[in-house]
């Protein structure tokens, strides 16, 4: 039986319907970012990827928004990428764009995903389009086991830290740099459940806290959401 006002951070939006959806059963969803992307504006980046439009290349996505970042320098045409991604988000606007056929593998972490580089990749260099907080593991794999990696930022993170002392049941994380930004001006009460959106996030959440700690089931962000309301409907 669900308890009574239950109440959740999420740290980075969230649809309408969601919220909503939550609300009907009595759990109050507060949304507050803790982080800001904004794409590079850089003439010499723009001239690189004006490069490599015609160029058969194997690229790597990690993020929505590096994808949407080279999209949006794309400026409508579509190359002939072979193309590699985590997350089913990143990969719905790779196929939006590049059509399905353009994905050569997918994975739910940035580890995973270089594993199966490893076993499926036809040729032995990469381009990894990413953002300026980037973690080193994949770019790590690849280059331990003697891939080339050339290595575009094209979209950069800001933190938001706000400072807040409402009781919260629970808190929904999307990213490592979400997770840094929050820890460094708040702690959450001991028995606040923390949400993660995958393995990753989950580890930096480790680091500063000792709560239990809620993996996805899929990596989706609205996914994630629902998951932590079914959580509540059930204990």
């Given at each position: 039986?669900?308890?009574?006002?239950?109440?959740?951070?999420?740290?980075?939006?969230?649809?309408?319907?969601?919220?909503?959806?939550?609300?009907?059963?009595?759990?109050?969803?507060?949304?507050?970012?803790?982080?800001?992307?904004?794409?590079?504006?850089?003439?010499?980046?723009?001239?690189?990827?004006?490069?490599?439009?015609?160029?058969?290349?194997?690229?790597?996505?990690?993020?929505?928004?590096?994808?949407?970042?080279?999209?949006?320098?794309?400026?409508?045409?579509?190359?002939?990428?072979?193309?590699?991604?985590?997350?089913?988000?990143?990969?719905?606007?790779?196929?939006?764009?590049?059509?399905?056929?353009?994905?050569?593998?997918?994975?739910?972490?940035?580890?995973?995903?270089?594993?199966?580089?490893?076993?499926?990749?036809?040729?032995?260099?990469?381009?990894?389009?990413?953002?300026?907080?980037?973690?080193?593991?994949?770019?790590?794999?690849?280059?331990?086991?003697?891939?080339?990696?050339?290595?575009?930022?094209?979209?950069?993170?800001?933190?938001?830290?706000?400072?807040?002392?409402?009781?919260?049941?629970?808190?929904?994380?999307?990213?490592?740099?979400?997770?840094?930004?929050?820890?460094?001006?708040?702690?959450?009460?001991?028995?606040?459940?923390?949400?993660?959106?995958?393995?990753?996030?989950?580890?930096?959440?480790?680091?500063?806290?000792?709560?239990?700690?809620?993996?996805?089931?899929?990596?989706?962000?609205?996914?994630?959401?629902?998951?932590?309301i079914r959580?509540f409907q059930?204990?």
């Amino acid at each position: 039986m669900i308890r009574n006002n239950v109440h959740i951070l999420s740290t980075r939006p969230l649809p309408d319907r969601v919220i909503r959806q939550a609300a009907e059963g009595n759990i109050h969803i507060e949304v507050l970012s803790f982080i800001e992307t904004r794409k590079r504006s850089d003439p010499e980046l723009t001239k690189i990827i004006e490069g490599m439009k015609k160029k058969l290349l194997q690229v790597i996505f990690t993020s929505v928004n590096a994808v949407q970042a080279v999209i949006d320098e794309l400026n409508g045409e579509r190359p002939d990428w072979i193309i590699y991604c985590t997350g089913q988000t990143t990969r719905g606007i790779v196929e939006d764009y590049f059509g399905p056929e353009s994905i050569a593998g997918t994975a739910s972490s940035s580890e995973e995903l270089a594993e199966s580089i490893l076993q499926k990749a036809p040729f032995n260099s990469f381009v990894f389009f990413c953002g300026d907080q980037r973690r080193e593991e994949l770019p790590g794999i690849l280059k331990e086991s003697g891939y080339s990696l050339e290595v575009l930022v094209v979209y950069e993170t800001l933190e938001t830290p706000h400072k807040s002392n409402k009781h919260y049941d629970a808190i929904l994380f999307y990213s490592p740099s979400a997770v840094e930004s929050f820890f460094s001006m708040n702690n959450p009460e001991p028995g606040t459940i923390l949400f993660a959106i995958g393995k990753t996030t989950a580890g930096e959440i480790a680091k500063h806290a000792n709560n239990p700690i809620l993996i996805a089931e899929k990596p989706v962000k609205k996914l994630l959401a629902e998951q932590a309301i079914r959580y509540f409907q059930t204990i």
